[in-house]
């Protein structure tokens, strides 16, 4: 059955739900026939009774008359002695003896002979009597046997025509599958042909599952095509970043074998060469951090106070970076039982990175502040501020895009390569938050990070 097409089994399904419903109203259809049969069988047997229980009760003595040619009467009393008889002896025979309590009605058959006899007591001064009356019911019998070759001709006929409807229904409702899977096919391929001019799938017409599915596939193809463009654009923006301290560190340890006899020299190429392989390392670690961002992991649950020990420790960091200038902090957490879906080492990144870029604003000397507040619906706000020139209002745009930077100005010992902000901005929204960055009223640079809580 699972190799079988969607088509066929949704056509030998149809069949057989078909086949026991037909098949259902068959027998009730038989069931009713035959009830209506027996019942004028009874009927007219009856009839022809009647005036011999009237004749009977009126008049219990006399001997009964004889009926007419074809009336199929018995009169018995209860000793079994048959008064009137022009019953056949198989019908006789198959009669109960004795006066019943109750009118009675069976059905006699005796392979060339379907009979309905009907009994009815009469009770009277001079004793008990039964008049059993019969009525030949060959011709119901032949009725209902025609009509049962009619039901099974009739429910074959409609069994095949529910699955030739079912075929071509099903072939109908999968034709715009069959459109989409070429499409997709000539879309593997690089044949945009079969497609519209975004390279979509087709939609049908109509407002159904299927145009609800076309729509979500579309909407995936535009998300990988845009996942991949990124991708191709971080691996040719990251090689474009490896090569210049690659070449740099080539270029370093060139000059080190070349002063392996001045001992000053070596060391002067030596450390430039470990800064060199220090930016490497560095690039290649918020890269990673970058990658990781997309994994699909379990959000963590960090407390404020926790939080508010990492930013400690990046406040103590950023102090002891060369010419950091002023670095200041203010922290107002009022719960700090309240959890968010960030690790504090991420927060760390995020605070370090975001203070880094304050920090290499450009300007000498330069005062950076940093705030922590949880305000009352619990949402925890960073703000990292600094009093140098700002940001330029073109770049505001794309601050968060990877490998991006302002200007040449803006770079520092903690990497310089354009991924610290999207970085940020990647962590705040796997938290469920955001991230900001504008140039604020008095000068310098603001960034906000929020961070709303579990």
Request: charged share 25%; with cysteine; glycine share 10%.
């Amino acid at each position: 059955m699972r190799r079988l097409s969607v088509r066929a089994r949704i056509t030998i399904g149809s069949t057989l739900v078909g086949a026991v419903v037909l098949t259902l109203v068959a027998l009730v259809l038989h069931v009713q026939v035959q009830e209506a049969t027996l019942a004028t069988d009874r009927s007219l047997a009856a009839g022809d009774g009647a005036s011999f229980v009237a004749d009977l009760r009126s008049n219990p003595g006399e001997t009964p008359d004889r009926p007419s040619e074809g009336v199929l009467v018995g009169i018995r009393d209860d000793d079994g002695t048959w008064l009137l008889d022009t019953l056949p002896a198989d019908v006789r025979g198959a009669l109960p003896p004795g006066v019943p309590r109750e009118p009675t009605t069976r059905r006699v058959g005796s392979g060339h002979r379907q009979a309905t006899v009907v009994g009815t007591p009469v009770r009277t001064a001079v004793g008990d009597f039964v008049v059993w009356s019969a009525h030949d019911g060959r011709a119901g019998h032949q009725t209902v046997e025609r009509f049962d070759r009619s039901l099974v001709t009739g429910t074959l006929l409609a069994l095949a025509a529910s699955a030739v409807g079912a075929w071509l229904l099903s072939t109908v409702a999968l034709r715009p599958v069959t459109r989409m899977r070429r499409t997709a096919e000539a879309l593997r391929r690089g044949d945009t042909s079969l497609g519209d001019a975004t390279g979509h799938l087709p939609v049908g017409p109509s407002d159904d599952e299927l145009a609800d599915l076309a729509r979500t596939l579309n909407a995936f193809l535009d998300r990988q095509r845009v996942d991949a463009a990124r991708e191709r654009r971080m691996v040719s923006d990251a090689s474009h970043e490896l090569r210049t301290p690659l070449a740099a560190l080539t270029a370093r340890l060139e000059l080190a074998h070349r002063a392996s006899g001045d001992a000053v020299a070596l060391e002067r190429e030596l450390s430039a060469a470990e800064a060199d392989a220090a930016r490497l390392v560095a690039l290649a670690e918020t890269m990673l951090e970058l990658s990781r961002l997309d994994e699909v992991r379990p959000a963590p649950t960090t407390p404020a106070s926790a939080l508010v020990t990492e930013l400690m420790g990046c406040v103590d960091r950023a102090r002891a970076i060369a010419g950091a200038g002023d670095v200041d902090f203010s922290v107002r957490v009022a719960d700090p039982a309240v959890v968010y879906a960030v690790t504090p080492a991420g927060f760390g990144r995020v605070v370090d990175n975001l203070v880094a870029n304050a920090v290499a604003s450009g300007a000498a000397d330069v005062e950076v502040r940093i705030a922590l507040d949880q305000q009352t619906d619990g949402v925890l706000v960073l703000t990292v501020r600094d009093d140098g020139p700002g940001v330029p209002d073109s770049f505001l745009p794309r601050a968060f895009d990877r490998f991006t930077r302002a200007d040449e100005a803006r770079r520092t010992t903690l990497g310089g390569s354009g991924l610290g902000l999207a970085l940020v901005r990647g962590t705040a929204e796997r938290a469920g938050g955001s991230a900001s960055l504008e140039n604020g009223p008095d000068g310098g640079a603001v960034a906000r990070v929020h961070l709303p809580a579990r």
